[in-house]
């Protein structure tokens, strides 16, 4: 870890694609060891940010530094301390997958051959088999197995587990709580809500090619209301009087309604008293976060858009 | 499957034709539907082929009757026609003075292997290649025979074999050629096809990958093709060698159409093919869906420290490519070489044709020996810029983005790539120049014709310049800018003179400008030019290159 820079710094960036603007005014941060959510829809501009990151396109306006340095000026020396995960990953068909590792791992400096050996084995992969017969799953295994046997300060991931089954999911989520616990700083672009839940402390949330969220996972989940479903003996239209109850939805003896997370102990003991038999709360969801931002009318609450879990 | 019909079926009408469908219960059903369903997949490409391999008769024919216009000069032809180099590449020449004969030398066999590439291409494309796609999958879950759809392939593939030899007779016959003679020639090259299709349709059983499959198909094409070529040359007189016999294409040769028109190695070549289809037919229910007999190759579990270099890499994806090249460059040398003294010696030095064609040098032979040279150097272009090309289509299919992403120089892998090209090319030209010195019987000095093709390397290089210029500027346009400039350089240099260019144009292109010698004198001047032309469009374009976007697609 060379120095106390941010292992990612990125505001107002913008690219066009001719008369298209890809992004208009990004911004990203990535503390050094922190692992990073980056979410957004198709086309909102997640590659594009990386792809600038990679010194692979040319920034149109704003700054961006990676490691310290700058992505552009420096891309060679910084790629020695970064390894890439993109979401389509292209082998030469008639290599091996262990070929296609070595030429990639070698390229991003340093390689562990223990490290790889084990990873091959975590991810269950056969390296002797020409990549014309892999799948798109063991095309992305190959690319996994070669960024994470680096000794690379910094992985940035582009939907790094489309491909993958479920299985395979959960080794690729110890392997990166694995390099956090390294240390390594990790920009993970994503659309599983529930692997950045699982594995990001930070997330910035973009939408056409502009940062609208960012923050820890924690503060913006304290941004949300709370979800609850709850049943009771007696009349739920009662409930409709309880201050911090908001949204309230009844059927039968049944009550659905959201709360501000700080009213939520008033709340609770007012439900009390209307004996309740069952009670659901479900917490505010990254998920319900990220619709919040990409339904049509930003300004309709989150539980009308059926954010509800 | 059903051609043009406007109305859409009710689902009654689809399940009264299922249970039609399934009312055959053999391994055969529905193997008409089957081979309509392949014919409307390919007819084009079908189409194409008969048309294009039957039009080469009437061009031949029209070229042939012209260059040996009375029976003196084809009686002249016949006294030289049975060279070694002419028996190994076409086929033991008889009948060389008539023009059915000398309609056979120059044509029958380039339609008859043509046309076993085509029954190779075409078996593999409606079997194995759908097998390997996931398509034959879906048509197997339907009410169809086992054997239904590879039969349906094997019997439209025998359909092209035996269209395209009916047109090569008709047309054949249209110009007054003997009748039986028509008949043969247009049967031989049908038989080689049907042969062909018995191999091919085995090759599609052995392995798995339609790449694989087509690979053993060329491969048995280019045994055979050795294999009588060696046998060819070992003939007394036009006498077949018995050694002959060992190769389809052999036996369909041994027809000699025009010749004594043999018409039962047809029966021999009908019966390979039918019996490669049923062993192949047996290997298929013997085996799971996918699988090939051969098992799949596999390779080296990590790579070896050159190939993580990007020369290295470059060099590992393009040896095979770099391996034909270097044998097709030392194969038309050694027959250029080999055919120069006859052909100059053929050649009218009146006839204003062929005056245009091989220039006003010093002598004949110096015009054909200069005329090679520039072969020569047109193949070592056309390798140039597929090899360069190589480098678009890394960063077409985002593979130049992973290695970018790396500690990789934009400038390290170009190079790499550029490195090829250069050094690949100048390869070829001093190998393709040796050789046809040295197979040339004493014609001209090897080191002499090898200078004279490496004089062309300034004319290639200039091609890469502009090449580089269009991947650092239009990269998208890379490919079809590079083969464009390349076909109008061809064209000016070969043809410039035919089509009354002036010879201030033609020698304003890469391939004019260098003096073709030995026709013509030395001097540095267009070489210098080039090279200097090279090195700027080449700069230009790697300089762009570093500064603009990777664009994958």
């Known amino acids: 870890m060379a120095s106390n820079a941010p292992a990612i710094e990125v505001s107002g960036l913008a690219k066009n694609f001719g008369r298209t603007a890809a992004l208009s005014g990004l911004d990203l941060r990535v503390e050094t060891g922190q692992v990073a959510g980056f979410l957004g829809p198709n086309g909102s501009g997640k590659s594009t940010t990386i792809r600038i990151l990679l010194g692979l396109l040319k920034a149109d306006g704003g700054t961006a530094r990676m490691l310290g340095a700058d992505p552009w000026q420096d891309a060679v020396?910084?790629?020695?301390?970064?390894?890439?995960?993109?979401?389509?990953?292209?082998?030469?068909?008639?290599?091996?997958?262990?070929?296609?590792?070595?030429?990639?791992?070698?390229?991003?400096?340093?390689?562990?051959?223990?490290?790889?050996?084990?990873?091959?084995?975590?991810?269950?992969?056969?390296?002797?088999?020409?990549?014309?017969?892999?799948?798109?799953?063991?095309?992305?295994k190959v690319a996994l197995v070669a960024a994470l046997s680096s000794r690379a300060e910094l992985l940035l991931l582009d939907e790094p587990t489309?491909?993958?089954?479920?299985?395979?999911?959960?080794?690729?989520?110890?392997?990166?709580?694995?390099?956090?616990?390294?240390?390594?700083?990790?920009?993970?672009?994503?659309?599983?809500?529930?692997?950045?839940?699982?594995?990001?402390?930070?997330?910035?949330?973009?939408?056409d090619g502009r940062t609208v969220e960012s923050g820890r996972l924690a503060e913006l989940r304290h941004l949300q209301r709370t979800q609850v479903t709850v049943e009771v003996a007696g009349n739920p239209a009662e409930l409709a009087g309880v201050p911090g109850i908001e949204e309230l939805q009844l059927s039968g003896a049944t009550a659905s309604f959201s709360v501000d997370p700080d009213l939520l102990p008033g709340v609770l003991a007012a439900l009390a008293a209307h004996s309740p038999r069952n009670l659901v709360s479900a917490p505010p969801s990254l998920e319900d976060l990220f619709l919040r931002h990409y339904s049509e009318d930003p300004a309709l609450p989150v539980s009308a858009r059926g954010g509800e879990r | 499957m059903s051609t043009g019909t406007a109305r859409r079926r009710t689902p009654a009408e689809h399940a009264q034709r299922h249970a039609a469908a399934a009312r055959g219960t053999g391994t055969l059903t529905g193997?008409?539907?089957?081979?309509?369903?392949?014919?409307?997949?390919?007819?084009?490409?079908?189409?194409?082929?008969?048309?294009?391999?039957?039009?080469?008769?009437?061009?031949?024919?029209?070229?042939?009757?012209?260059?040996?216009?009375?029976?003196?000069?084809?009686?002249?032809?016949?006294?030289?026609?049975?060279?070694?180099?002419?028996?190994?590449?076409?086929?033991?020449?008889?009948?060389?003075?008539?023009?059915?004969?000398?309609?056979?030398?120059?044509?029958?066999?380039?339609?008859?292997?043509?046309?076993?590439?085509?029954?190779?291409?075409?078996?593999?494309?409606?079997?194995?290649?759908?097998?390997?796609?996931?398509?034959?999958?879906?048509?197997?879950?339907?009410?169809?025979?086992?054997?239904?759809?590879?039969?349906?392939?094997?019997?439209?593939?025998?359909?092209?074999?035996?269209?395209?030899?009916?047109?090569?007779?008709?047309?054949?016959?249209?110009?007054?050629?003997?009748?039986?003679?028509?008949?043969?020639?247009?049967?031989?090259?049908?038989?080689?096809?049907?042969?062909?299709?018995?191999?091919?349709?085995?090759?599609?059983?052995?392995?798995?990958?339609?790449?694989?499959?087509?690979?053993?198909?060329?491969?048995?094409?280019?045994?055979?093709?050795?294999?009588?070529?060696?046998a060819d040359l070992q003939a007394e007189g036009v006498n077949p060698s018995a050694a002959s016999w060992f190769s389809p294409i052999g036996w369909a040769q041994n027809m000699r159409a025009f010749g004594e028109d043999n018409w039962w190695p047809l029966l021999a070549l009908a019966s390979l093919g039918l019996a490669g289809c049923l062993l192949a037919l047996r290997l298929e229910s013997t085996r799971d869906l996918r699988a090939g007999l051969l098992p799949e190759r596999r390779g080296p579990a990590a790579a070896g420290s050159f190939t993580t270099t990007a020369l290295g890499l470059a060099l590992r994806l393009q040896r095979s490519s770099l391996i034909g090249w270097f044998l097709g460059a030392a194969v038309s040398g050694l027959f250029f070489g080999s055919v120069a003294q006859a052909m100059s010696s053929l050649l009218d030095p009146e006839n204003p044709f062929a005056r245009n064609f091989v220039g006003t040098g010093h002598s004949m032979l110096d015009g054909v020996l200069g005329i090679f040279v520039l072969f020569n150097a047109l193949l070592a272009g056309a390798f140039a810029i597929q090899c360069l090309g190589a480098a678009r289509s890394e960063e077409e299919s985002g593979r130049l983005e992973q290695q970018l992403a790396g500690s990789l120089a934009r400038g390290t892998w170009l190079g790499a790539h550029l490195l090829i090209a250069v050094l690949g090319s100048g390869v070829i030209l001093l190998l393709g120049g040796y050789l046809t010195g040295a197979a040339s019987q004493g014609s001209a000095a090897p080191a002499l014709l090898a200078g004279a093709c490496l004089a062309f390397w300034p004319a290639v290089l200039s091609l890469l310049g502009l090449q580089l210029l269009a991947f650092g500027y239009v990269p998208r346009f890379t490919t079809a800018i590079a083969w464009a400039a390349y076909g109008i350089s061809v064209m000016a240099a070969m043809f410039g003179g035919l089509f009354s260019?002036?010879?201030?144009?033609?020698?304003?292109?890469?391939?004019?400008?260098?003096?073709?010698?030995?026709?013509?004198?030395?001097?540095?001047?267009?070489?210098?030019?080039?090279?200097?032309?090279?090195?700027?469009?080449?700069?230009?374009?790697?300089?762009?290159?570093?500064?603009?976007?990777?664009?994958?697609?």
Request: with cysteine.
């Open chain 1, 77 to 140: 020396a910084l790629h020695r301390r970064v390894a890439y995960v993109p979401g389509e990953v292209n082998l030469w068909p008639n290599l091996t997958g262990g070929q296609a590792i070595s030429i990639l791992s070698k390229l991003h400096g340093e390689v562990d051959e223990r490290r790889r050996a084990e990873l091959l084995d975590l991810f269950d992969l056969d390296p002797t088999k020409k990549a014309r017969s892999y799948s798109k799953g063991n095309r992305q």
């Open chain 1, 162 to 207: 489309s491909g993958l089954d479920p299985l395979m999911e959960q080794v690729f989520t110890s392997c990166i709580r694995e390099a956090a616990a390294q240390g390594r700083s990790v920009l993970l672009s994503s659309h599983i809500f529930a692997e950045v839940e699982k594995l990001c402390e930070t997330v910035t949330i973009i939408r």
């Open chain 2, 31 to 230: 193997v008409g539907t089957a081979a309509l369903f392949i014919l409307r997949r390919n007819w084009l490409r079908l189409a194409i082929w008969a048309l294009v391999l039957a039009s080469m008769i009437p061009v031949v024919y029209d070229s042939q009757q012209q260059a040996f216009p009375t029976q003196a000069a084809r009686d002249a032809y016949a006294q030289v026609a049975n060279t070694p180099a002419v028996a190994a590449m076409t086929g033991l020449p008889y009948a060389a003075g008539s023009l059915g004969g000398i309609l056979v030398i120059k044509i029958w066999m380039t339609l008859a292997v043509a046309l076993a590439f085509a029954v190779v291409f075409l078996v593999t494309r409606n079997g194995r290649a759908d097998e390997e796609a996931g398509r034959t999958e879906l048509l197997r879950s339907t009410a169809l025979g086992r054997h239904a759809y590879p039969s349906a392939n094997y019997l439209v593939s025998a359909a092209l074999c035996l269209a395209t030899g009916l047109l090569i007779s008709l047309l054949c016959l249209s110009v007054e050629l003997p009748a039986t003679g028509s008949w043969v020639m247009g049967a031989s090259i049908a038989g080689t096809g049907l042969a062909f299709i018995g191999l091919a349709a085995i090759c599609g059983q052995l392995a798995s990958t339609s790449r694989g499959a087509n690979s053993l198909g060329v491969a048995l094409i280019g045994l055979f093709y050795f294999i009588r070529a060696a």
């Open chain 2, 501 to 553: 260019l002036s010879e201030d144009v033609i020698r304003a292109t890469p391939f004019g400008a260098i003096p073709r010698m030995p026709a013509e004198d030395f001097s540095w001047a267009p070489l210098a030019v080039l090279l200097l032309i090279s090195l700027v469009l080449g700069a230009a374009g790697m300089g762009r290159f570093n500064r603009r976007d990777v664009l994958a697609n």
